[in-house]
Structure formats: structure tokens, C-alpha cells
């Protein structure tokens, strides 16, 4: 979406001597803080994969000279998640985000592909394959699907629903919001979107506290919610002010190199 801003061109892709400098900035700008992160983001970074991984052989060229330890995480939409890219990332610890935005009809919706085929069966085949593969590894990290609320496909329930049926137990749901000085946004959730996300949101709470009262397990979201209400409570109420990253601790690089 940054290719919108001017800030990033649509079909270029970021060289490796480009990759390499990030990572030498990054190094240079850390100070002495010895764990650092490396998220590549896109577009579809998978676009991209053998500069992929000439970043990690750098990485792990460089860390130990620097006394650096490198966390790599990747965010995918999921269609080119083959088999031998997935055991690549168990072998290098990847920690691994598909966005995946729920059932057939919402995901082609929010996210439909550049040749106008329906590639729903392949993404949802390919997130399945790296969920079971990083839990059959052992490797302890789980792979997040994430799904974003729209206006024209906003409910919770099912979206929650459908991802648990799936088999997946680390998933997360993000509303789709226009920020205050930006221009509307059609697919944003308007006023009454965000009531009934709200209202859904508080029945899955319900569910989940019901379970626990029964001696049940809450399913993988409802226990999301609950303990994410319990830190809140446990946790000082002082304003957070921005939750993101960008700016503080996150620098977010362009193709071209632009922070």
C-alpha cells in the first residue's frame, strides 16, 4: 500500500546491497543494545526470498562480531508459502505472521490477487501447512494469523470462528480505521462497524468466561481476549499514549532506502 504515498514503487524490488545497509545501520544505530529485530514486510516479501536469505547469512555473519543477536520475523499474504520456504524458516527460527483475512469471500475481497485468480485455497493450504509444521518442530514459536475487519466484512464471530476451525491457535483481528486527519476511507469501519465488533467482542469474552466457570478451555481467541483483559487489570492504567512502533523503536525502509 506504500506504493499509494510515492514513497515506494509498485515491482521493484529491494537489492541485496540495499538489505545490507539497513542491517549496517540498524547494527550502528542499536548502540549496545545486543537484541535486534529484522521484520521484512511488503508487499509480499516472499517476492523476494533469496534476498531474504542473504540478509539472514549476513546476519549471522555480523552478529557475533558486534556482539548483536538477531530475531527475524516475516509477514506474508500467504500465496507463495511453499513447503521448503516454511522449513527454511523453522530451520532459521523465524517467527512467522500470514495475514489472512478469514473466510473465502472476505479475503478475496480485502485482499484480491494482481491476475484476478481466486488463490484462496492455495493461501489457506499453505498457512495451514506452516502452522502444523512449526508445531510439529518443536522450534516454540507459533505462527500468527492475523485477519482485518472491513466495512463490508466485519464480523468477529465468524471470522474468529472460521480461523479456529482451521486449526489455528495464535490469531489475531484488527479493525480497518481512518485516522483522524486522513481522508475516508470507504472499506474503513464506520460508527456503527465498530459498536458491533465491540458488542461481538464482548460475547466471545462471555463464552470464554463461561468456559472457564464450566471447567471448560476457552477456544484459542476467546483465551486470547481474556488474558489480554487480564493484563489490563493486573497493569497500571497510566496513558500509553502511541501504541506503534514507528519513530521509536521501529524504523520502517522503502526499496530505495528511504526510512
Known amino acids: 500500500y506504500e506504493a499509494h504515498n510515492g514513497s515506494n514503487a509498485r515491482r521493484r524490488l529491494m537489492s541485496f546491497e540495499m538489505a545490507k545497509e539497513c542491517v549496517d545501520y540498524l547494527i550502528e544505530r542499536s548502540g549496545r543494545r545486543p537484541d535486534l529485530q529484522i521484520t521484512f514486510f511488503g508487499g509480499e516479501p516472499l517476492l523476494n526470498f533469496k534476498v531474504m536469505q542473504q540478509v539472514v547469512e549476513y546476519c549471522e555473519t555480523v552478529g557475533p562480531e558486534h556482539g548483536k543477536r538477531f530475531t527475524i520475523e516475516t509477514i506474508t499474504n500467504g500465496s507463495l508459502l511453499k513447503p521448503e520456504i516454511v522449513d527454511y524458516f523453522i530451520e532459521k527460527r ?7 483475512d478469514g473466510y473465502r469471500e472476505m479475503n478475496n475481497f480485502n485482499r484480491p490477487s494482481v491476475s484476478g485468480h481466486d488463490l484462496y485455497d492455495t493461501i489457506l493450504r499453505n498457512a495451514r501447512y506452516a502452522d502444523q509444521a512449526y508445531k510439529r518442530s ?5 505462527v500468527k494469523v492475523r485477519a482485518n475487519l472491513t466495512h463490508e466484512h466485519h464480523d468477529l464471530i465468524r471470522t474468529v470462528r472460521f480461523m479456529e476451525s482451521q486449526g489455528f491457535t ?14 475516508g476511507d470507504l472499506h474503513a469501519l464506520n ?13 466471545l469474552m462471555e463464552s470464554g468466561m463461561q468456559a472457564v ?40 525502509v522503502d526499496t530505495a532506502g528511504n526510512i
Open 213 to 252: 466457570r464450566d471447567g471448560r478451555k476457552p477456544s484459542p481467541y476467546e483465551g486470547r481476549i481474556l488474558n489480554q483483559a487480564l493484563q489490563k487489570v493486573q497493569k497500571s492504567t497510566k496513558p500509553r499514549g502511541l501504541r506503534c512502533g514507528a519513530g521509536r523503536h521501529t524504523n520502517i
Open 94 to 100: 523465524f517467527m512467522l505472521m500470514v495475514s489472512l
Open 138 to 142: 518443536g522450534v516454540g514459536l507459533p
Open 170 to 183: 495464535t490469531i489475531g483481528v484488527s479493525t480497518v480505521e481512518n485516522l483522524p486527519w486522513a481522508e
Open 191 to 203: 460508527e456503527q462497524d465498530l459498536a458491533e465488533v465491540a458488542a461481538q467482542r464482548e460475547e
